[in-house]
């Protein structure tokens, strides 16, 4: 089947399938602070993202839902709780609070604020959180795939190359086999015809489609979009949705920051409104779009219905 | 007479021969003094092995140097937007101390100074059948060093003109930051880093120069001796100069072509861009309207 703009169904076929996460809860965010300076941007966040889930984040520019998603694949430090996706704590390594240094990669590291575990159930203080190692950081970035808002593909690189760079350079993908899966990519999201185009000859809306596509070649357990239709041309928006929305009908985990009150409203399994740094509320598409119980998110609405 | 050159060479060949026939035109012009033309042609169209020899090693010493060059500056870029504080301190004082004393300093001070207070003695080299006199060596040395220094400011300035964008997209997909700078970062920071790379050669290749100090028989050393033996400076310096000229402006060909072949998948790539040797020595472009006649 293939749409006006060239999108075909079965995206994932190309990667081999669904990839399957080894959690029920994919991104698991507790009580998460992050300071900008002085600006504490991200107030005791939670949110979590189960298997095969949806999660539209959505809310007012400066509400910290950039800074969130951004810390979920650790592109931000943050001052206090746990990132947990697929289980693993995202970004750090927990030492004991007290009783000397920890020491990473040889030398001592020590973080500007205090770090202090608030889970439920622990003595405040008990554990510390540490920086992981670069290396460790990277390999867990492999199973988080990444879209953004301004595509970042890579300029000196063809389409196929940015697609493949990836898979073989840090999975080690022999390249016929990247080759492969990369034509096949192109193919599903509707650009076979561009393979050894330079970005900069593409359009936006073919631009971010590739980019979507170099996320999903390194087979990442859950996708992450920030909002990857906001530097579109209007015209543009829809083949790019129409991307995401296979991929959410097919079973990719997502957690998407978006002004698409539509695309939300089709897809999301749950919609999570953010302000001034604050889960405001979260429910089900209708519950949040019909049914607000909370006022800060009736005038957000009120401002972009 | 002029008007007449003009009109059938054209103003600039015309304009370019005459700079090149000045300085026999004024030694002509100086009444008392004997100008031995036969110096200056014979240096230029029939070159002593002496010159060719001094030819080959400004070549060869520019190459190294600037090799040797453009590594420890990338290192020291590296250094100076590392994490750690103790690199950020190594590379500052490296370029620190190598931008802020002379070449001509660094030269005799590692070379003689350190020889004479029994330091360190210069060693020759010997790969396969070729002998480097440790002059050279140290000269090669000394001036790549030197040369990291200033490399180490351009390539940070293009490291830092790569789109932060670049280095996260590198990052998501699980990248080291070893491989975000190898594949991502530095190839997109060469575009920035080629054009002043460039000139830096173009530098070099004339700061050699330099290495008469250390007594290395370079393009320069070969014609001062002549001179002293013959008494023809003003013959000698002005063909040795053309030399030079000559050998800056073969590169600013190479230079032309590689920026052409960097500027793959950048915007513009498609212009026909004008990079004409003309263009580049004297700023002007080609356009059909200006062509003489």
Not at chain 1, 104 to 109: A, M, R, T
Not at chain 2, 130 to 144: D, F, H, K, R, T
Not at chain 2, 206 to 224: D, P
Request: with cysteine; net charge positive.
């Amino acid at each position: 089947m293939t749409s006006p703009s060239g999108v075909r169904t079965d995206l994932l076929g190309a990667i081999g399938g669904v990839p399957r996460p080894e959690t029920d809860v994919v991104v698991d965010a507790r009580d998460v602070n992050k300071f900008f300076g002085r600006l504490h941007v991200l107030k005791d966040v939670s949110i979590q993202v189960k298997r095969q889930e949806t999660v539209v984040v959505i809310g007012p520019s400066g509400s910290g839902k950039t800074t969130f998603i951004r810390c979920v694949n650790h592109l931000e430090k943050i001052q206090s709780g746990r990132i947990f996706v697929n289980g693993h704590l995202i970004g750090y390594r927990e030492t004991a609070a007290r009783g000397g240094l920890p020491i990473v990669g040889g030398l001592p590291i020590v973080n500007r604020l205090p770090i202090v575990g608030r889970r439920k159930g622990k003595d405040p203080g008990a554990t510390k959180l540490v920086e992981d190692k670069e290396k460790n950081v990277a390999s867990q970035r492999q199973e988080i795939g990444m879209v953004f808002q301004r595509f970042n593909l890579f300029p000196h690189m063809t389409a196929i190359e940015n697609i493949i760079e990836a898979p073989i350079h840090v999975r080690g993908t022999s390249k016929d086999e990247a080759m492969v899966m990369g034509r096949a990519l192109l193919e599903r999201v509707g650009l076979a015809a561009k393979e050894n185009v330079y970005p900069n000859q593409l359009s936006g809306g073919q631009q971010q489609r590739i980019a979507i596509a170099r996320a999903l070649a390194m087979k990442p357990a859950l996708m992450l979009f920030d909002e990857p239709t906001s530097a579109l041309d209007p015209e543009m928006i829809g083949e790019v949705l129409e991307v995401m929305k296979e991929l959410a009908r097919e079973g990719m985990t997502m957690m998407v920051v978006s002004h698409e009150m539509g695309f939300a409203r089709e897809v999301a399994n749950r919609v999570v409104m953010m302000d001034e740094g604050v889960v405001v509320e979260e429910g089900t598409p209708d519950q949040v779009f019909s049914a607000p119980s909370q006022e800060r998110t009736k005038t957000f609405l009120s401002k972009i219905l | 007479m002029t008007a007449s050159l003009f009109s059938r060479f054209g103003t600039r060949r015309a304009l370019l021969a005459g700079c090149l026939l000045m300085p026999l035109v004024i030694a002509g012009c100086s009444g008392n003094y004997p100008v031995k033309p036969n110096e200056f042609w014979n240096s230029l169209f029939r070159p002593s092995p002496a010159i060719i020899n001094g030819l080959g090693l400004t070549i060869g010493i520019s190459v190294a140097a600037q090799f040797l060059g453009v590594v420890l500056g990338v290192l020291a870029a590296m250094g100076k937007m590392a994490k750690l504080r103790i690199l950020r301190v190594l590379a500052g004082i490296y370029v620190w101390i190598f931008r802020g004393t002379p070449l001509l300093v660094q030269l005799t001070f590692f070379y003689y100074g350190f020889a004479t207070a029994g330091i360190f003695k210069w060693p020759g080299l010997t790969i396969g059948p070729v002998n480097i006199l440790p002059e050279i060596v140290a000269g090669i040395i000394i001036m790549g060093v030197n040369e990291g220094a200033y490399m180490s400011e351009i390539v940070r300035a293009g490291i830092m003109a790569v789109d932060p964008g670049q280095t996260e997209a590198a990052k998501s997909l699980g990248m080291t930051y070893g491989q975000t700078m190898r594949r991502i970062v530095l190839p997109q920071a060469a575009r920035v880093i080629v054009p002043p790379l460039g000139n830096e050669f173009n530098n070099m290749l004339k700061t050699t120069s330099l290495l008469v100090v250390v007594s290395v028989f370079e393009l320069y050393n070969t014609f001062s001796t002549a001179a002293g033996r013959t008494y023809a400076t003003f013959e000698l310096m002005a063909a040795c100069a053309i030399w030079y000229l000559l050998l800056t402006t073969i590169w600013g060909f190479f230079q032309a072509w590689i920026e052409r072949r960097l500027a793959r998948g950048t915007t513009g790539s498609t212009d026909q861009t004008d990079y004409s040797l003309r263009a580049r020595l004297i700023g002007l472009r080609n356009n059909s309207g200006n062509q003489g006649h």
